[in-house]
């Protein structure tokens, strides 16, 4: 499996693992998907939330090696909407970062603040631009052996 690619094994009806199998990434396993209200909806917010609020830490570090903020939390809401044929969809996210910077990083932490608001992080940045999905699915022929 390549980098940028994550597979989904079905474990069993309602059950899938995803075997991340690269860096320090554990898998996720998802059981009984329909009955514990697993929501694909958190897994995409927290997706976003932790890396916008990875990447504040990365650029600060970037700037300023070791330099660090003294308290970080960050929170995501999302409101829903209905596409054209009335289907819900996420129609927008709001991230919310709380922080407290020292003061002998105030002038990388202007930098940090100015990279977020124009650029974010990859995936904000690929959701405020609305980015293209296409969907392919394929059925597999049963073969019948005689």
């Known amino acids: 499996m390549c980098p940028n690619e994550v597979k989904l094994k079905r474990v069993k009806e309602g059950t899938y693992e995803i075997p991340f199998n690269y860096g320090q990434m554990k898998d996720i396993i998802i059981e009984n998907w329909w009955e514990v209200d697993f929501s694909n909806t958190r ?18 570090d970037v700037l300023k090696t070791d330099a660090r903020y003294e308290e970080l939390d960050s929170s995501i809401r999302w409101r829903y909407g209905k596409d054209k044929s009335g289907r819900r969809i996420i129609d927008s996210m709001e991230i ?12 990388e932490f202007k930098e940090v603040v100015n990279e977020h ?10 959701l405020k631009n609305g980015f293209p999905i296409k969907l392919n699915i394929n059925e597999r022929a049963r073969y019948l052996i005689v």
């Open 96 to 107: 919310n970062i709380n922080l407290v910077v020292p003061d002998e990083h105030r002038s």
């Open 43 to 60: 897994l995409l917010a927290a997706a976003a939330l932790n890396c916008i609020t990875g990447s504040m830490e990365y650029e600060l």
């Open 117 to 126: 608001t124009d650029h974010g992080c990859t995936i904000t940045r690929s």
